[in-house]
């Protein structure tokens, strides 16, 4: 059975360097957190919730930054995003489930991941400043439930 190797990794092993590898979203210890927060919803169809702003510029960690939330009803999902692209981080996640989460990022595509969030957003430039991002309950009208989240990174400017 071959094994193979990523472009570093491989690198590293044929060079027989002994090293320990950072990723990049913790290098030089930069990560913290952005936001932690959580909020008991009794909202309807289509409502937002705040998850606060970023700057445009930061890196969004994508398994340190996540949403959690009780049972919020059946057919109910959750988009993430900005107020001009309301779906880019995450599209239409089920949160049916009690006591489950999903990831910021879930809807990212791998190859975008390390990307500032004006990019996720899939805005043309940089708008400089804070982006105000969202989370909106769509599918049906939700039950009363908490949502909690955590967003952490880095911001390179």
């Known amino acids: 059975m071959p094994t193979h190797y990523g472009a570093l990794v491989g690198a590293l092993l044929s060079a027989a360097v002994q090293t320990t590898l950072v990723p990049l979203a913790l290098k030089g210890g930069s990560d ?12 309807a169809q289509n409502d937002l919730i705040s998850l606060g702003s970023l700057p445009s510029t ?20 959750m ?20 006591a489950g989460s999903v990831g910021v990022l879930a809807s990212v595509a791998i ?12 805005l043309s430039e940089d708008p400089g ?6 989370a909106k309950l769509e599918g ?3 039950a009363s439930g908490t949502v909690a989240w955590q967003i952490c990174g880095q911001d390179n400017r």
Do not use: M, Y
Not at 79 to 98: K, P, R, Y
């Open 32 to 43: 913290r957190v952005f936001i932690r927060d959580r909020i008991t919803v009794d909202a």
């Open 111 to 122: 190859t975008d991941l390390w990307k500032p969030l004006w990019e996720l957003l899939g």
């Open 129 to 134: 400043g804070f982006i105000e991002l969202f």
């Open 58 to 77: 930061a890196i969004i960690n994508p398994t340190t930054s996540f949403i959690q939330f009780g049972d919020l009803g059946t057919s109910v999902t």
């Open 140 to 142: 049906a009208n939700p």
């Open 79 to 98: 988009d993430v995003g900005s107020a001009a692209a309301e779906n880019a981080l995450v599209a239409a996640a089920d949160v049916a489930t009690a």
